[in-house]
C-alpha cells in the first residue's frame, strides 16, 4: 500500500494561466475524490468518481474546472484560466466502496497552487 | 439536512496533561463516524473509525473516541498529549445511503511546553 499520492506539492503559477494536477489513488481503490481546502477551513467536496465514471460534481465547482479519470486509474484535475480565489490546497481521496460511505476515504499531501 | 460541529477552534493543552476534543453530529439515520489528522503542509490522516459495535474505538498515536447515540456525539480522547500532537483535527459524518463525508470545522491541538 503506497497510499496516495499527488503531484505537484506545490505550483505557484501568474492569474489566468491554466494549472493541472495529478492524483494517482490507492490501486485498488474504485473511489476517487476531489477536495478543496483553504486555510482555516475543512475540506470542500468538488468532484467524486467511481470507477472511470465522474458522478457528481459540486455546484460551487465552475466551468473553468474539470476532472478526468482515464481508465479508471489516475485523476487528473485541470483549472483553466486561474483567478486569485483559486488558491488553495487541492487534494486527492481515494476509497473502496460502492454504495454508501462505511469506507474510510485515505487522502494524498495535497497539491498547493499560489496564484500570483 | 446532516450537519457536524466541533464547538472549539482551538484548545490548547500543557504537554502530558488529557485532551479531549468535542464532535457533535445531526443526522435521522444511522452513520459512521471519523477522526482525521492534519499536520501543517499536509494531507489529513485518518485517525479512527466507528462503523458499528463497541462504542469506544482506539485509533492510532494513542488516540481514542467514544460513540454516543443518544447525545450523537463522537469525541476524541488522549491520556497525555506530546508535542508532536500538535495539529488540526477534523470530525466528519458519513451514511449508508451516501459516499459523502460531511465535515466539521476542525479544531486546532496546541500543545504547550
Request: neutral net charge; aromatic residues 12%.
Given at each position: 500500500?503506497?497510499?496516495?499520492?499527488?503531484?505537484?506539492?506545490?505550483?505557484?503559477?501568474?492569474?489566468?494561466?491554466n494549472?493541472?494536477?495529478?492524483?494517482?489513488?490507492?490501486?485498488?481503490?474504485?473511489r476517487?475524490?476531489?477536495?478543496?481546502?483553504?486555510?482555516?477551513?475543512?475540506?470542500?467536496?468538488?468532484?467524486?468518481?467511481?470507477?472511470?465514471?465522474?458522478?457528481?460534481?459540486?455546484?460551487?465547482?465552475?466551468?473553468?474546472?474539470?476532472?478526468?479519470?482515464?481508465?479508471?486509474?489516475?485523476?487528473?484535475?485541470?483549472?483553466?484560466?486561474?483567478?486569485?480565489?483559486?488558491?488553495?490546497?487541492?487534494?486527492?481521496?481515494?476509497?473502496?466502496?460502492?454504495?454508501?460511505?462505511?469506507?474510510?476515504?485515505?487522502?494524498?499531501?495535497?497539491?498547493?497552487?499560489?496564484?500570483? | 439536512?446532516?450537519?457536524?460541529t466541533?464547538?472549539?477552534?482551538?484548545?490548547?493543552?500543557?504537554?502530558?496533561?488529557?485532551?479531549?476534543?468535542?464532535c457533535?453530529?445531526?443526522?435521522?439515520?444511522?452513520?459512521y463516524?471519523?477522526?482525521?489528522?492534519?499536520?501543517?503542509?499536509?494531507?489529513?490522516?485518518?485517525?479512527?473509525?466507528?462503523?458499528?459495535?463497541?462504542?469506544?474505538?482506539?485509533?492510532?498515536?494513542?488516540?481514542?473516541?467514544?460513540?454516543?447515540?443518544?447525545?450523537?456525539?463522537?469525541?476524541l480522547?488522549?491520556?497525555?498529549?506530546?508535542?508532536?500532537?500538535?495539529?488540526?483535527?477534523?470530525?466528519?459524518?458519513?451514511?449508508?445511503?451516501?459516499?459523502?463525508?460531511?465535515?466539521?470545522?476542525?479544531?486546532?491541538?496546541?500543545?504547550?511546553?
Amino acid at each position: 500500500d503506497t497510499g496516495v499520492s499527488q503531484d505537484p506539492r506545490h505550483k505557484i503559477t501568474k492569474r489566468g494561466q491554466n494549472v493541472t494536477f495529478r492524483c494517482d489513488p490507492i490501486s485498488e481503490h474504485n473511489r476517487l475524490y476531489w477536495y478543496r481546502q483553504t486555510l482555516g477551513q475543512g475540506p470542500e467536496f468538488l468532484t467524486y468518481f467511481q470507477n472511470e465514471a465522474q458522478l457528481e460534481k459540486s455546484r460551487l465547482l465552475s466551468d473553468r474546472f474539470s476532472a478526468e479519470r482515464p481508465k479508471g486509474s489516475f485523476s487528473t484535475l485541470e483549472i483553466q484560466r486561474t483567478e486569485q480565489g483559486d488558491s488553495a490546497m487541492y487534494l486527492c481521496a481515494s476509497s473502496l466502496g460502492t454504495g454508501g460511505g462505511n469506507q474510510p476515504q485515505h487522502f494524498g499531501d495535497g497539491t498547493r497552487l499560489s496564484i500570483l | 439536512a446532516q450537519s457536524v460541529t466541533q464547538l472549539d477552534s482551538q484548545v490548547p493543552v500543557f504537554e502530558e496533561a488529557p485532551v479531549e476534543l468535542r464532535c457533535n453530529y445531526s443526522s435521522s439515520v444511522s452513520v459512521y463516524l471519523f477522526w482525521y489528522v492534519q499536520y501543517p503542509n499536509q494531507g489529513l490522516q485518518l485517525l479512527l473509525k466507528y462503523l458499528s459495535g463497541s462504542t469506544l474505538v482506539k485509533g492510532i498515536n494513542g488516540f481514542e473516541a467514544e460513540f454516543n447515540k443518544s447525545q450523537t456525539s463522537f469525541h476524541l480522547r488522549k491520556p497525555s498529549v506530546h508535542i508532536s500532537d500538535t495539529a488540526e483535527y477534523f470530525c466528519a459524518v458519513s451514511m449508508d445511503s451516501n459516499y459523502q463525508l460531511i465535515w466539521g470545522a476542525g479544531t486546532k491541538l496546541i500543545i504547550k511546553p
